[in-house]
Nanobody
């Protein structure tokens, strides 16, 4: 499975960005796709995940501001990020996982200026 992420960039605090991640290859019908982030000097952390059956999960720090969605026909997951804060600055990674495998995308930089 290959993952191609896009949509990062530089935005002012309070602004919005939309990340996309398209999966290709041997895609299983039951899977989870999501976003994680890693800020300098910090561990990688969960942002949001969405399963193929429609379940979603969010980190408390992004609830009410970020929305994850999927287009299963396109094997693509999106992350709409609103009301961005400087502490959201990080490299955002897309992840695809099944019961036995997980794959990571290359990461896309999100920088929020104050």
């Amino acid at each position: 499975v290959q993952l191609q992420a896009s949509g990062g960039g530089l935005v002012q605090a309070g602004g919005s960005l939309r990340l996309s991640c398209a999966a290709s290859g041997s895609i299983r019908s039951i899977n989870s796709m999501g976003w994680y982030r890693q800020a300098p000097g910090k561990q990688r952390e969960l942002v949001a995940t969405a399963t193929s059956d429609g379940s979603t999960n969010y980190a408390d720090s992004v609830k009410g501001r970020f929305t994850i969605s999927r287009d299963n026909a396109k094997n693509t997951v999106y992350l709409q990020m609103n009301s961005l804060k400087p502490e959201d600055t990080a490299v955002y990674y897309c992840k695809y996982s099944t019961f036995v495998h997980e794959y990571w995308g290359q990461g896309t930089q999100v920088t929020v200026s104050s």
